[in-house]
Nanobody, 116 residues
Framework: QVQLVESGGGSVQPGGSLRLSCAAS????????MSWYRQAPGKERELVAT????????TYADSMKGRFTISRDNAKNTVYLQMNSLKPEDTAVYYC?????????WGQGTQVTVSS
């Protein structure tokens, strides 16, 4: 059974940092591209960042470039999202997503709130 469990969300002041983690199980982790998405209240879910299965390539949404970093540890079956210089508009539920040739799966999400 595929499982993605996010952690690391919380409340932070503008300019602060958070690191999200997503622990994966139930599939061959190094076969899947991993992504982070987010969904703010009243808005559609949007792609934040993607990392290839081997971790050799990453892509980011324009508004996150230079502030967010996606990484993965295939030995720990975990993908991370380091978020720096957080802004109030980064407030959202952040979701982990796994995809390979055979499946696509979502985590349950973790709330990130940026507020003074």
């Amino acid at each position: 059974q595929v499982q993605l469990v996010e952690s690391g969300g919380g409340s932070v002041q503008p300019g602060g940092s958070l690191r999200l983690s997503c622990a994966a199980s139930g599939f061959t982790f190094n076969s899947a591209a991993m992504s982070w998405y987010r969904q703010a209240p009243g808005k559609e879910r949007e792609l934040v960042a993607t990392i290839t299965s081997a971790g050799s390539s990453t892509t980011y949404a324009d508004s996150m470039k230079g502030r967010f970093t996606i990484s993965r540890d295939n030995a720990k079956n975990t993908v991370y999202l380091q978020m720096n210089s957080l802004k109030p508009e980064d407030t959202a539920v952040y979701y982990c997503h796994a995809r390979n040739l055979f499946f696509a799966h979502w985590g349950q999400g973790t709330q990130v709130t940026v507020s003074s």
